[in-house]
């Protein structure tokens, strides 16, 4: 039995549930080893079950051998599960508590669900809102989790000192985001973690900008996004970088005001912190430098199967960190039809601080 599965022990016995159905695929992932999306996950009575179809029974079988694999065949999901149910629970007469992920569950597979089992149970049945219970299971990554993420994010900084040769006037987006990704592909990435960003001159001032056939042009800011996936395991980094020799005063300040306030945040974080007093930090010194409403976004989110995962530094997240989260800290200032300027790193919240994972330099380059 892994931490997982006492965790989820936990939640079931603080909501009184008999059983719990998981359908997002990073939990099922997190929680059994099975690494393929197709399918839902059913915990009941000490057994882990996967309901999936035909294509991915011989996956789950190498993947989570000490789950119990349950084809599908011509049933539907909420069949399926159903008929475990009945199994488990045919002799018992009391009220069945089952929870599920609300946050992700199709209405129709939950409407699917709620027939079934009311079919099944009639009204012996109770579906239970889970809400982030089942994903707060991952904020705090174990060593082998630390190791592939590590890992990860040292491919991005192979990318970027890869990239920093490779860039020159006349290329276009397009073309350095395809050098990123297959500079990460060529050293051990089985996939980017997220569609890359490669934003050039007004572009950049556009967080999340889709590369283009703009070409990179002297003068111009190149905000580059990216990371990729290793063994299951995301990356994440941003650089801003200068085309030419001869940046504008204005440009040096946005750069320098963008680095200054990711170093303030950086300079607190600490296991023990509300994630929204250092999304504070950072933010205070864009506001201060009046550019405060150039600073739309959060100021990170954690990192680990998904991109995007709990915990985030944000005005509106007031959890506490905790030692072994992974989490990104990117300021940005966006100054619309100029430019914009993003840095961006992943770090692991130690016991007394945080450990940087990316290495790459933050100073302003000129290439």
Same mark, same amino acid.
């Given at each position: +039995?892994?931490?997982?599965?006492?965790?989820?022990?936990? %939640?079931?016995?603080?909501?009184?549930?008999?059983? *719990?159905? %998981?359908?997002?695929?990073?939990?099922?992932? =997190? %929680?059994?080893?099975? @690494?393929?999306?197709?399918?839902? +996950?059913?915990?009941?009575?000490?057994? &882990?079950?996967?309901?999936?179809?035909?294509?991915?029974?011989?996956q789950v079988t190498i993947e989570a051998p000490d789950v119990r694999c349950v084809d599908i065949g011509r049933d539907s999901y909420?069949? =399926?599960?159903?008929?475990?149910?009945?199994?488990?629970?045919?002799?018992?007469?009391?009220?069945?508590?089952? $929870?599920?992920?609300?946050?992700?569950?199709?209405?129709?597979?939950?409407?699917?669900?709620? &027939? *079934?089992?009311?079919?099944?149970?009639?009204?012996?049945?109770k579906l239970v809102a889970l809400k982030e219970n089942i994903n707060a299971l991952r904020i705090v990554k174990t060593a082998d989790e630390i190791k592939k993420l590590k890992k990860a994010e040292a491919i991005g900084d192979l990318a970027f000192a890869h990239i920093r040769d490779f860039i020159r006037a006349g290329m276009t987006e397009m073309e350095i985001a395809l050098e990123l990704e297959c500079v990460m592909r060529k050293n051990g990435a089985t996939n980017v973690s997220f569609d890359t960003i490669v934003a050039s001159g007004s572009n950049s001032s556009l967080p999340h900008a889709v590369p283009t056939t703009r070409k990179v042009t002297e003068g111009d800011f190149v905000t580059m996004d990216f990371g990729c996936i290793y063994e299951g395991y995301c990356s994440d980094m941003t650089r801003t970088v200068y085309i030419g020799e001869k940046p504008s005063d204005k440009q040096?300040?946005?750069?320098?005001?963008?680095?200054? =306030?990711?170093?303030?945040?950086?300079?607190?974080?600490?296991?023990?912190?509300?994630? #929204?007093?250092?999304?504070a930090c950072a933010?205070? *010194?864009?506001?201060?430098?009046?550019?405060?409403?150039?600073?739309?976004?959060?100021?990170?989110?954690?990192?680990?199967?998904f991109i995007h995962e709990e915990p985030r530094f944000s005005p509106?997240?007031?959890?506490?960190?905790?030692? $072994?989260? *992974?989490?990104?800290?990117?300021? $940005?200032?966006?100054?619309p039809g100029e430019f914009g300027v993003r840095?961006?790193? +992943?770090?692991?919240?130690?016991?007394?601080?945080?450990?940087?994972? =990316? #290495?790459?330099? @933050?100073?302003?380059?000129? %290439?």
């Open positions: +039995m892994n931490n997982h599965d006492l965790e989820i022990l936990d %939640i079931m016995k603080q909501k009184h549930l008999d059983a *719990v159905i %998981i359908t997002d695929g990073y939990n099922m992932h =997190a %929680i059994s080893g099975y @690494k393929g999306h197709t399918g839902c +996950m059913l915990l009941a009575k000490d057994i &882990k079950y996967i309901f999936t179809d035909s294509r991915y029974t011989e909420a069949t =399926a599960i159903a008929k475990e149910l009945m199994t488990l629970f045919i002799h018992s007469d009391k009220v069945l508590m089952i $929870g599920f992920e609300d946050a992700h569950i199709s209405y129709r597979l939950y409407q699917s669900l709620s &027939k *079934v089992l009311t079919d099944s149970f009639g009204e012996r049945v040096k300040e946005i750069y320098h005001i963008v680095l200054e =306030a990711q170093l303030a945040a950086l300079d607190i974080v600490r296991p023990g912190l509300k994630c #929204s007093e250092v999304d933010r205070t *010194v864009i506001e201060k430098a009046g550019y405060g409403d150039y600073f739309g976004h959060g100021l990170g989110h954690g990192v680990g199967l509106k997240c007031h959890d506490i960190l905790k030692p $072994g989260t *992974v989490i990104t800290v990117e300021p $940005g200032i966006y100054l840095i961006e790193d +992943m770090i692991l919240i130690t016991e007394d601080g945080y450990q940087n994972l =990316a #290495s790459s330099p @933050k100073e302003f380059i000129c %290439i």
